[in-house]
Every structure is written in structure tokens, then in C-alpha cells.
């Protein structure tokens, strides 16, 4: 007769608990519900999380890490001695708040070209030197353009670098296989700049230079594992429906996706506080960017903010952007694809 060893797992519910929290987040509690009999849990977090208290037990407290991105997972054993159950919990770290259809989307904490060490309270309280002050406000792309230094504040314009009114619109044979200014062509890096329609930088035009495909391309600016967010991203954590709200009061709104928008009330940065429902803190901060026009000029910043979608309108010549000022958030507007503009990504 042959012989051989039986091993019988555990049943274990599902680890209960936030799949997305923000950076260095402490206080976070995962459980599952008790399994009969079992005399031991061991639990196991990501490299650069904290188990805080509760090992060995049903229950948890956690320090989140300070890495943005997909962290890892949050693992819990249960054990009666002979017996053993495993339930797993894919966790990520960043700015997390709710959308309309009752999920969860995760920006970045920081714009593209911004410091990403700092928090929402050094954000605000950040006071930028001038308007090409890149620490909270970040960088500024033109539309389906990758980080070839263009995105800089700093950066100089093309053909002329300056503020004239011109255009340096370029074409084959003088874009790459990605749509993209060769590196050999003076361009390169520079702002482009154009003075009349279709107001983009480049010939002919091109919607899938940041998104094809129901995926994000070679050319999107954002590191592995995010990207440039839909226009339905935005909308969805708003009221859903691509309106603008407008009027909003000083106390805030409460938006059908179940998030709170307030301006921040500081003299430093400025911009819009986001707070989910069930949370005490602002969990996004959207700061007034300004935006460079098509003349490379820098205007509005603190007054302003313009966010880019990895969208574009047809059959028109734009590009959809949220716009925002201190009293409106309008997450469905166009936007010539020559203007510079922000970038938050979304993690994938």
C-alpha cells in the first residue's frame, strides 16, 4: 500500500482592510475573522511596511512604507498545530480617493517634476520662488510628448527662444517611430511653440501618442506601473457625469463620488484638497499649476491649475484637461495639444 502525507488547509476568510493607502500611513488595522481552533497567526507585510502590534493574533496594526506603487502583499497564516490557511491582500501605496461607481483609484502624491518626497502639509506650506519653481507645482507637457526635457519650466522655447508669437511645428522626417522629436533635431528638448491651427507641435496629428489600445504607450511620461489618468478617471471622482462644478463655497462640496473638495486655506501653495468619505485628512492635493501657453510663456500659477488626460476630442484638434481655479473643477475641458500642462499619473 503506498504511503504519504495529507496536508489539510484551513478555511480563512479574506484579509480585511485598505488595499491603497497613503505614503507612511500608521494606525492601519487588517484582520480576518477568527478561525475555529487556530492557536496562531503569523502575519507578513511588505519589505518597507511595519507590523506595529497584534502578531500572533487575528488582527493587526501597520505602518505603511513610503514607497509609491504596487508595495506588495499582506499575508496572514492561521494555524491549529497541524492544520494551516493562507489569505493574501494585494496592497499599493499613494493618494487614494473614491470614484462614483464605489472603487478606489490611486493618483500619485506629487505632479510629474515635483519633489515626491514631500507631503500634502510641506506641499502647502511650500512658498515657490516664481512661477518656473518646479518643487510642488512639477513639470509642464506638451500633449503626447515623452520626458525629453521640453517638460522643464525652464526649458527653452523653439524655433526662437523667446516669447514671439511663431511656429516650429515639426514634421517627417524629423519625428521617430514613437511619434517623438529626434534626438538629432534642434527641437529636441525645447518647448515647441505654434501660432496657429491646429495648435499642436507636431504634423500631422496623433490621438494615440500617450494611450492605444486600452493601454498606455511607450511615450507616456509616467514610470512603470502608472500612467496619465482617462478623462473618465477624473470624472469619476467628481460627480461621474463630465460636468463642471462650479460656485463651490469656501466650506467645500461633497461630490457624488463620496470625496470632499475644499481649497486649501494657506497664502503658501494653493490648491484642491481632496478627502474621501470615512476619512479625517485630505488624502489628494491638487496644487495650482499654472500652465505655459503657446508662446512658452508661464501664467497662473497659485490661481490656476491644468491636468492632462491621455485623452483627446474628436473629431476636434484638442486635448481634454482638468481645469481648476479657486472655485471650479472642471474635469472635461479642450485644450490645445501645444500647451503645456501637469501631469498626476494613476496607478495600473
Known amino acids: ?39 496562531k497567526y503569523t502575519w507578513t507585510v511588505p519589505d518597507d511596511w511595519s507590523i506595529t502590534d497584534g502578531q500572533g493574533t487575528d488582527s493587526i496594526m501597520v505602518t505603511a512604507g513610503t514607497t509609491e506603487g504596487h508595495a506588495g502583499t499582506i499575508t496572514v497564516k492561521a494555524s491549529n498545530g497541524s492544520c494551516i490557511g493562507t489569505s493574501t491582500l494585494n496592497v499599493s501605496v499613494g493618494c487614494p480617493v473614491r ?66 508669437s511663431e511656429s516650429g511645428v515639426v514634421s517627417s522626417p524629423n519625428l521617430d517611430g514613437n511619434g517623438q522629436v529626434v534626438s538629432t533635431f534642434e527641437a529636441y528638448g ?37 500612467r496619465v489618468p482617462t478623462t473618465y478617471e477624473w470624472i469619476a471622482i467628481l460627480n461621474g457625469d463630465g460636468m463642471a462644478v462650479s460656485s463651490i463655497p469656501a466650506a467645500g462640496i461633497t461630490c457624488a463620488s463620496g470625496n470632499t473638495w475644499v481649497v486649501s486655506n494657506t497664502t503658501n501653495t494653493r490648491g484642491w484638497l481632496v478627502t474621501p468619505q470615512g476619512n479625517s485628512t485630505a488624502t489628494l492635493f491638487l496644487p495650482f499649476t499654472g500652465y505655459r501657453n503657446s508662446n ?39 485644450n490645445p495639444r501645444v500647451t503645456g500642462s501637469s501631469v498626476r499619473c494613476v496607478l495600473i
Open 190 to 226: 525645447k518647448f515647441i511653440k505654434t501660432n496657429g491651427a491646429p495648435n499642436d507641435w507636431r504634423s500631422p496629428q496623433d490621438d494615440t501618442l500617450w494611450y492605444a489600445n486600452n493601454n498606455k504607450t511607450a511615450n507616456d511620461p509616467c514610470p512603470d506601473g502608472w
Open 99 to 164: 470614484t462614483t461607481g464605489g472603487n478606489w483609484i490611486t493618483f500619485m502624491c506629487h505632479n510629474l517634476g515635483a519633489d515626491e518626497n514631500m507631503s500634502i502639509a510641506d506641499q502647502m506650506a511650500y512658498v515657490s520662488k516664481d512661477n518656473l519653481d518646479e518643487t510642488v507645482y512639477g513639470s509642464l507637457y506638451q500633449w503626447g510628448r515623452q520626458a525629453d526635457g521640453h517638460q522643464l519650466r525652464t526649458s527653452q522655447a523653439y524655433p526662437t527662444d523667446d516669447a514671439s
Open 1 to 39: 500500500m503506498a504511503t504519504g502525507t495529507i496536508t489539510v488547509k484551513q478555511i480563512i476568510n479574506a484579509i480585511a482592510g485598505n488595499s491603497s493607502v497613503t505614503k507612511g500611513a500608521a494606525g492601519l488595522i487588517y484582520s480576518v475573522t477568527p478561525v475555529p481552533d487556530a492557536i
Open 296 to 334: 512658452a510663456e508661464v501664467f497662473n500659477t497659485n490661481t490656476q491649475g491644468s491636468y492632462w488626460t491621455n485623452t483627446t476630442v474628436a473629431p476636434n484638434t484638442s486635448a481634454i484637461y482638468v481645469y481648476t481655479n479657486y472655485t471650479t473643477v472642471a474635469p472635461y475641458y479642450g
